[in-house]
């Protein structure tokens, strides 16, 4: 096999990987949050967790390969390449999630609510920072001696921490009334947890990567 389809071969090959622990890492968000809800006595039927899943899948789908598709470029080009990779891929995957669970919510005959626009801009303005200040920090660390496991789920949770962390504190102040306690733990443990478990993805891709490129 000549050495450019070889090397194309092995990168759609970890893109598809990534596809399936992304797909993977949406429905465990999604379990987090229905557990996180039946503690609190708020499932409200099984039809809702259809369209949420969708939404989490979709979602963590386009970010996390979009990430892995910078993750693919030349060392000299990487941070570049996952910096812009997650300025692009995070807010085309919350257009194509949120548009994705609002035609499951119709498909499931459930009434959707509807927010205003420019907060909507302003969030995926938000997540697109995030996620290519995230690419960046990513490629920084790998780099480093100490750049493991750790170091990418550490740096995941800061990341949620930090910009998931303020954009709940600006959907509490643009809210008529402060949200309940639960709806607010079940943001803050959407907004956290899901950077963290998307550089488990990226991490996970870029050691079976390098495995099989010493083979």
Not at 48 to 63: H, R
Not at 91 to 105: I, N, Q, T
Not at 113 to 135: D, M, T
Not at 210 to 215: D, H
Request: proline fraction near 5%; charged fraction near 10%; charge should be positive.
């Amino acid at each position: 096999m000549p050495v450019g389809t070889k090397k194309s071969f092995h990168i759609w090959r970890a893109l598809l990987r990534v596809g399936w622990m992304a797909v993977l890492l949406g429905l465990t968000m999604e379990a987090i949050l229905v557990a996180l809800a039946a503690g609190f006595g708020n499932l409200h039927g099984a039809k809702p967790i259809v369209a949420d899943v969708v939404q989490k899948v979709s979602w963590s789908l386009v970010v996390c390969v979009g990430l892995a598709v910078g993750a693919t470029a030349e060392k000299k080009a990487r941070g570049p390449a996952l910096g812009l990779s997650g300025l692009i891929a995070a807010p085309l995957g919350f257009m194509v999630a949120r548009s994705l669970h609002k035609g499951a919510m119709h498909a499931l005959g459930l009434a959707g609510s509807a927010k205003p626009g420019l907060a909507l801009v302003l969030i995926a303005v938000v997540k697109a920072v995030q996620y290519g200040s995230f690419g960046l920090t990513l490629d920084w660390i790998a780099k480093k001696p100490w750049g493991g496991l750790a170091a990418h789920l550490a740096t995941g949770l800061a990341v949620g921490i930090i910009f998931g962390g303020g954009l709940l504190v600006l959907q509490i102040q643009a809210a008529a009334q402060p949200p309940p306690l639960p709806a607010l733990i079940s943001g803050a443990a959407n907004e956290f947890l899901f950077p963290v478990g998307c550089a488990f993805v990226i991490y996970i891709s870029k050691v079976m990567r390098l495995r099989v490129n010493a083979e």
